[in-house]
C-alpha cells in the first residue's frame, strides 16, 4: 500500500497540500512498527486523525475491530472509501478540533479506545490536548510527531526541554518516546524528522483545567525564577513567596524547570490552599 500510495497521488493528480501538513508515509516496515507499537487487536477500536491515503489505515484495518477516521481534506474523501470499502472502517469529512465526543463515542464499540495517527505537524499540540482533557473515553494514544516535540513532551525536570507542556501531558498520562523515525519515508519529505510517542491514560484526582493554568504560568518565561513567573502573574508579594517555597523545602532561587511533575501537582493543591488563587 506504502508505494500504491504514491501511485494513488499520481493518479489522482493530487496535488499536496503544505498548509493542511500533507507528507505522507510511504515504508510499510514503520507502517507495521507503529500499529505493532500501538498493540492493535481484535479488541481494540481506532480513532485515526487525517488519514491522507490510508497508508496507517490499511494496516489498522488488517489487525483492530474497526477504524474511524477523520479527515479535513474533502478530496481525499472519496478516495478512502473507494480504497476501504469495508464495514469496520468509516471516515468523517471533519476538522478533528471541531469533533464531538458524541461523532467518535458511537462507533467507538469496543472496550480499548486508541488514537493511532500521523499528526499535521500545524495542530499537534492542539490535538493532543484536546483529546487528553476533553475524550476521557480514549485510552491510548500513539501518534507522529516532529521529533522536537515528542522530546518535549517526554523531557524530564532539570532538563532543557522540559517546559508546561512536558508537566501537563505526564501529569494526565504515563508518556513514552518509543521511536524516532526519519524524515526520509515521507513523501514529500518534511524537513525535520518525527518521533512516536504514546500517551497511556492514568487516574487523576487534580483539576487538570486549573492545574494546566498554573503551571503554564510558572512556566510563563523561562528565564524567569518560580518566584518572579508566580509574582508577575498573581500580584503575590514576593516576600510571602520566599516563605511559601520554605515551607515546601525549596530554595528562593528555585526554577520551574526543577520541579518534578508529581512536586507540581503537591504545589498546586498547596498554592490553592496558601493564596486562595488560580
Ligand atoms: N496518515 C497519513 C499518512 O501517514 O500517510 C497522512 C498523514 S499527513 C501527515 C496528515 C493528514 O491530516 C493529511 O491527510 C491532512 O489532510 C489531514 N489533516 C490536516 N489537518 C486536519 C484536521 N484539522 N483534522 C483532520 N485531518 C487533518
Given at each position: 500500500m506504502a508505494q500504491a500510495n504514491i501511485q494513488t497521488i499520481k493518479d489522482s493528480q493530487l496535488v499536496l497540500k503544505k498548509s493542511l501538513g500533507q507528507n505522507f508515509l510511504t515504508d510499510q516496515n514503520i507502517v507495521k512498527k507503529i500499529v505493532k507499537t500501538a498493540n492493535v487487536n481484535k479488541n481494540t477500536s481506532i480513532i485515526e486523525i487525517g488519514p491522507g491515503l490510508g497508508a496507517l489505515t490499511e494496516e489498522l484495518l488488517k489487525k483492530a475491530n474497526n477504524v474511524l477516521a477523520v479527515e479535513l481534506d474533502q478530496r481525499l474523501i472519496p478516495i478512502l472509501e473507494e480504497l476501504f470499502i469495508n464495514e469496520n472502517f468509516k471516515v468523517i469529512h471533519e476538522d478533528f478540533l471541531k469533533v464531538d465526543e458524541k461523532q467518535l463515542k458511537d462507533y467507538c464499540t469496543k472496550d480499548s479506545i486508541k488514537v493511532v495517527a500521523n499528526l499535521p505537524y500545524y495542530i499537534t499540540t492542539s490535538i493532543i490536548t484536546k483529546i487528553l482533557l476533553e475524550f476521557s473515553f480514549i485510552d491510548e494514544l500513539y501518534i507522529m510527531v516532529q521529533k522536537e516535540v515528542a522530546e518535549r513532551i517526554s523531557a524530564k525536570a532539570k532538563t532543557k526541554k522540559y517546559n508546561s507542556l512536558s508537566v501537563f501531558c505526564q501529569t494526565i498520562s504515563d508518556v513514552n518516546y518509543e521511536f524516532t523515525v526519519k524524515k526520509t519515508v515521507f513523501n514529500p519529505v518534511?524537513?525535520?524528522?518525527?518521533?512516536i510517542i504514546s500517551f497511556?491514560?492514568?487516574d487523576i484526582t487534580v483539576n487538570i483545567y486549573e492545574f494546566e493554568k498554573f503551571v503554564q504560568k510558572c512556566f510563563m518565561q523561562k528565564r524567569k525564577t518560580w518566584i518572579n513567573n508566580i509574582n508577575v502573574a498573581y500580584k503575590i508579594e514576593k516576600q510571602l513567596l520566599?516563605?511559601?517555597?520554605?515551607?515546601?523545602g525549596y530554595k528562593p532561587t528555585l526554577r520551574s524547570e526543577e520541579i518534578e511533575v508529581l512536586e507540581f501537582q503537591e504545589m498546586y493543591e498547596e498554592f490553592k490552599l496558601n493564596f486562595n488563587v488560580i
Open positions: 518534511p524537513k525535520i524528522d518525527s518521533a497511556k491514560r492514568k520566599i516563605e511559601f517555597l520554605n515551607k515546601l
